[in-house]
């Protein structure tokens, strides 16, 4: 999220944009986009409509939460790439700007540990105070 | 028994879960953004690709 926030200047320049999923609240997504200062939207699917149709739903998580998963989607729609990802490892930013630029063309691209910093993690409990923890019904 | 018909008829014509495979056309679909700004899929990618992150959310 942050990192596709850092990097969306470099984005735009490519030519593309980008939008982030979830099925938080509004509410809890407006406060991720505000607290890591997101340049791109934050669409929520509370009742895990889209999640489950594109077959991206965890229901074993968190009160069921979306598995993590990156696309480029074209303005016909069509799937020009796409990633899907797990908590431990996601497709790499640069892997998917080089893909956004044409220079991945046939490559697979790489995919990196996910390391949580210390700063995500304290921001991650002091929002589980502040907000509360996700459930089901939400 | 018109409605049970009717429930039978829609669980049939349920949409299969797929998650679209590249050269596939992705489903529309319609959510509202944080800011209560509603977005479809089409409108979002008209102008330009866009990357899609399906993320795990908040704690």
Redesign the interface.
């Known amino acids: 999220?942050a990192e596709?926030g850092r990097a969306y200047g470099a984005?735009r320049a490519a030519?593309?944009?980008?939008?982030?999923?979830?099925?938080?609240s509004?509410?809890?997504?407006?406060?991720?986009?505000t607290q890591l200062v997101l340049p791109y939207?934050?669409?929520?699917?509370p009742a895990r409509?889209?999640?489950?149709?594109?077959?991206?739903y965890n229901p074993r998580?968190?009160g069921g939460?979306?598995?993590?998963?990156?696309?480029?989607?074209?303005?016909?729609?069509?799937?020009?790439?796409?990633s899907?990802d797990s908590?431990r490892e996601r497709v790499a930013t640069d892997g998917?700007m080089r893909f956004?630029r044409g220079e991945a063309r046939g490559e697979v691209l790489t995919r990196e540990r996910v390391r949580a910093g210390l700063g995500e993690f304290s921001r991650?409990?002091a929002?589980?105070v502040r907000?509360g923890?996700?459930t089901p019904h939400e | 028994m018109r409605e049970k018909d009717a429930g039978a008829v829609l669980y049939l014509r349920k949409e299969p879960q797929i998650t679209p495979d590249v050269r596939e056309e992705a489903p529309d679909f319609e959510l509202f953004d944080s800011t209560g700004v509603a977005h479809s899929l089409a409108s979002l990618v008209a102008s330009r690709p866009r990357v899609l992150l399906f993320y795990r959310g908040h704690w």
């Open positions: 999220m596709y984005i030519g593309a944009d980008v939008v982030a999923l979830s099925v938080d509004q509410a809890r997504s407006e406060a991720v986009r939207p934050i669409l929520c699917d409509v889209v999640v489950r149709a594109w077959d991206l998580e968190m939460i979306a598995v993590p998963a990156v696309f480029v989607i074209g303005p016909d729609r069509c799937v020009r790439y796409r899907i908590p998917v956004l991650a409990v929002n589980a907000r923890f996700r």
